[in-house]
């Protein structure tokens, strides 16, 4: 049987609808307003070399090993597509230029700092934050690992660290909080790019950046600025050759994910439903998001 993915929603929004006891006033999560001094990065892979310098350096100021990230030579990890994870926080991915075999395309894969982000809404012990400098922060003291956000985050990234046995920890790109909000740096990953593929600075700037590169060089870009609308707008934005359904981005619709998680969220106190029930739940809502393009990479499993 085919399920489409309005289906899918349709199914999520009466499941939620049945958790809240049919009330429709639930309230919406509060995110901060984005205000024109959000910032944000603008990606431009037709410019990125993949040298993965981006990656050594974000480990590098995130205190993560280094080990795997010596030889930035080594193109063999292009080989499967790699997801951020709780040793790296992001990953160069690479693409095929179907134009020029020789010249591949390179994405840039990390926390996309959501407006409005699926991930806070579905955190019930608040954890996970999105404050008012724009950055989606954490605080492991709050967190009581239940996943839930991962299973929310239309990107796949929270990582959670299984490994650790006592203190696991959800882990994922903090947006360099510290550098861009107290010491007037660039995240580390932007500071380190030979290339200027990525670009640092107010998103509403970045928004027309883009466009106006894509007006200046019509040939040279898809007519698409991924992130100004995907799930609510992200701070992370990408321009591309190629229609970003070819690259591992999700397609995303421009509503925020939150509208339907945090439905859910709401239900559990009124309903007392096993967590077991909201993953499912949780999980039938991101993979109605995910089914169209969940081309690439591996989640870590929940
Ligand atoms: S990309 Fe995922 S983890 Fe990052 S802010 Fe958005 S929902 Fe949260
Ligand atoms: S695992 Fe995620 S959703 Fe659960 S408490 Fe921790 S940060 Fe919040
Ligand atoms: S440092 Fe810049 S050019 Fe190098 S892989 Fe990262 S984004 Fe691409």
Redesign the pocket.
């Known amino acids: 049987m085919n399920i489409s993915r309005r289906d899918l929603i349709k199914m999520a929004g009466v499941a939620g609808g049945i958790l809240i006891g049919g009330d429709a006033k639930a309230e919406n999560a509060s995110f901060p307003p984005s205000t024109d001094d959000a910032p944000g990065v603008l990606m431009d892979t037709t410019i990125c070399i993949g040298c993965r310098k981006c990656e050594w350096n974000c480990n590098q100021a995130n205190k993560l090993s280094l080990e795997e990230m010596s030889v930035f030579e080594d193109k063999s990890v292009f080989k499967t597509h790699r997801r951020p994870t709780e040793k790296a926080f992001t990953t160069i991915n690479v693409f095929e230029n179907p134009e020029n075999t020789e010249k591949p395309f390179y994405i840039k894969i990390q926390c996309m700092h959501c407006i409005k982000p699926a991930?806070v809404s579905?955190?019930?012990?608040?954890?996970?934050q999105k404050s008012k400098e724009g950055p989606v922060t954490?605080d492991a003291a709050?967190?009581?690992?239940?996943?839930?956000?991962?299973v929310?985050c239309p990107f796949q990234i929270?990582a959670?660290e299984y490994s650790d046995a006592f203190s696991p920890e959800?882990r994922k790109c903090g947006f360099c909080f510290d550098r861009i909000t107290k010491e007037g740096k660039k995240p580390a990953c932007v500071e380190i790019c030979p290339n200027e593929a990525l670009t640092f600075g107010k998103r509403k700037e970045l928004v027309e950046l883009a466009y106006s590169k894509i007006h200046q060089n019509p040939v040279r870009y898809f007519h698409h600025l991924y992130g100004e609308h995907e799930a609510g707008g992200t701070s992370w934005m990408y321009l591309s050759a190629l229609d970003f359904a070819k690259t591992e981005l999700p397609s995303l619709d421009s509503k925020p994910i939150p509208e339907f998680t945090e439905k859910i969220q709401h239900g559990i106190f009124k309903a007392f439903i096993p967590p077991i029930a909201l993953y499912g739940l949780l999980g039938l809502i991101m993979y109605s998001f995910r089914a169209s393009d969940d081309k690439e990479g591996e989640r870590n499993d929940v």
């Open positions: 991930c579905a955190c019930i012990v608040g954890a996970l954490y709050k967190c009581m690992g239940c996943r839930y956000c991962m929310a929270p959670y959800v």
